[in-house]
């Protein structure tokens, strides 16, 4: 009689993988929940549109086109511009006029903004660092924390590192 599975694992391993995204999946959603609520109590700013603004202070004195925001983000140019546009209205971001093309939006972080993303930032790290040290307790996503921390290891430099296809 054969086993409905192959010998190699490979079932396994893909049934594995699976259960792990489920957990980062539910995990990311949860954290990404808390983050929000924290960031938009103590600072006025959700987190979508402080990492936006972060895009936009990482790119001072210069201005950055929407579109290179919705890529950074991994969001579509809709999303990134109705977040840039909270941003603008917040008078944390100014959009920049581009003479050589008009069509393309260009957007930078105004002095209140990268006061807003320093002082957010902080509180961003800090929320951070406390549910990844709050989660790495937690049975349901310890493994799931722990691959997440080791992966800090496995940065360019460093033995066992992988660049992304």
């Given at each position: ?75 579509s140019a809709s999303a990134a511009s109705r977040i840039l546009t909270q941003l603008e209205c917040s008078g944390w971001a100014t959009r920049v ?17 990268r006061h807003v993303w320093t002082r957010a930032g902080r509180t961003l790290d800090r929320e951070l660092d406390f549910s990844f040290r709050t ?31």
């Amino acid at each position: 009689m054969t086993e409905p599975h192959d010998s190699d694992g490979r079932e396994t391993a893909t049934e594995d993988v699976a259960r792990l995204w489920e957990r980062v999946a539910t995990m990311f959603s949860w954290l990404e929940g808390q983050l929000d609520r924290t960031l938009t109590h103590r600072h006025g700013v959700g987190l979508a549109p402080l990492m936006a603004l972060g895009v936009l202070v990482g790119e001072h004195p210069g201005s950055v086109p929407v579109g290179d925001v919705a890529r950074r983000l991994s969001v579509s140019a809709s999303a990134a511009s109705r977040i840039l546009t909270q941003l603008e209205c917040s008078g944390w971001a100014t959009r920049v006029a581009w003479p050589c093309d008009r069509r393309i939006s260009r957007m930078a972080a105004t002095e209140a903004g990268r006061h807003v993303w320093t002082r957010a930032g902080r509180t961003l790290d800090r929320e951070l660092d406390f549910s990844f040290r709050t989660l790495r307790f937690d049975e349901r996503y310890a493994h799931v924390v722990a691959r997440l921390c080791r992966a800090e290891d496995d940065t360019p430099g460093h033995p066992g590192h992988h660049e992304p296809p």
